[in-house]
C-alpha cells in the first residue's frame, strides 16, 4: 500500500517545489472572486467562465514553469528580452495591424500577439540586469542612462497609441531605479521638473487622450458620450453601500449600463454586490500580496533579485491603483484591467508569471551573492 502511495507523493512534491504557499493562497483568492464576479458581469454566462478558466490554467502552468527558473537564468535572458521586445515594439510601428485607431498589434498567422504587455517584465528585468552589473560603480550617469533605457520602449507604446500599457511598463521600470537608490533630491526635482512640464505637453496628447481628462474634470459635460463610462462605473460603484445588493444582484450591470463589465469595469460590478466590506477584503487581499512580494524583495539574495522583485510587487500596485482609480472616477480611464479579476489571457499571464518570478527569488534567497 505504501509503495502505491509514493510515486503519488513524489509527484505531489515535485508540483509543490517553488511554489511560496502564501503567494498562491492569496491568488488563488483573488481569482475565485473574479470568476464569481465575472459569471454574474457576463449574465451567469457559462462560456465566458470556461474561458477564463482555460486562461487561468495557463496562466498557472506559466507561473509553474517560470517558478523553476534559477534567477540566474533569468539574469541571461534579461538583455536579450529586452532587444527582443524593443525590435517587436518597432515592428508594430512599421508593420502592426490597425484596430480601432490603435496600431498595436503583430499579426503572427495564428493569431495577433500584443508585444507591449512582453516589455511590463522586459523592462525591468533589462533595468534589473543594468543595475546588478554596475552596482559597485553607480553613479549619477547610470540613473540617466537607465531613464533612456525606459523611455524608449514607453515612447514606442505612448505612438501606438496605448496610455494605459505605457504607464504600467513606465512604472515598472521607474521602481527598478527608485529601489536601485536614486537620490531623493533629485527624485523630486524630476517630479517637479514633469510638473512643469503637463502644460507643455498638452498639445501632443491625442484628440481621444485630451477628452479623457476633460471628461474626468467634469463627467457631465459629455453623460452619454465620453463621460458615461465613468458616471455609470461610479453609480454602481456607490450604488453598493455597506454590504452590497449580493452577488448576481447587481442592476447596473444587469442593465447592461455599464460597459466594459467583465474587463477594465468588472471593479464596478465587484462593488455593487459586495459594498465597501468586500472592497475592504479585496484591498486587503492586494495589501498581502504586494506585502510578501516586498517582503521577498528584501530577503533576495542579489540585487538583480531585490530589485526585480521590487517591481514586480509594485506591479501589483499600480495594476489595481490605476483600475480602481479610474471606475472610481479618479484617474482617467486607460484600460488597465484589475488583476486577477478582470477577463482576459495576456494580462493574466503577465501577473502570473511575475508571480513565478517573485517564488524563484524567494526558492534561491539562501543562496550567496555572487
Known sequence: MELARLPVRRIGQRLAEGIDPTLLVLIVSLSMLGLATLFSAAYQNPARLVGQLANLGVAVAAMWCVAQVAPQTLL???LPAYAIGLALLVAVALFGDVVNGARR????????FQPSE??????PLMLAWYFH???STLRLRHFALAALLLAVPVGLILRQPDLGTAALVGAAGFYVIFFAGLNWKVLGGLGALGAAAVPLLWPFLHAYQQRRVLTLLDPSTDPLGAGYHIIQSTIAVGSGGL??????NGTQAHLEFIPERDTDFIFAVYSEEFGLIGNVVLLILYALLIGRGLVIAANAATVFT???AGAISLMYFTYAFVNMGMVSGILPVVGVPLPFLS???TALLTLFIGTGILMSVNRHRKLVQS
Open 76 to 78: 541571461r535572458f534579461a
Open 343 to 345: 477577463y482576459g489571457g
Open 118 to 123: 512582453m516589455m511590463k517584465l522586459a523592462l
Open 306 to 308: 531585490r530589485l526585480l
Open 105 to 112: 498589434w503583430l499579426n503572427i498567422g495564428i493569431g495577433r
Open 133 to 135: 552589473k554596475n552596482e
Open 243 to 248: 454590504s452590497g445588493k449580493g452577488w448576481l
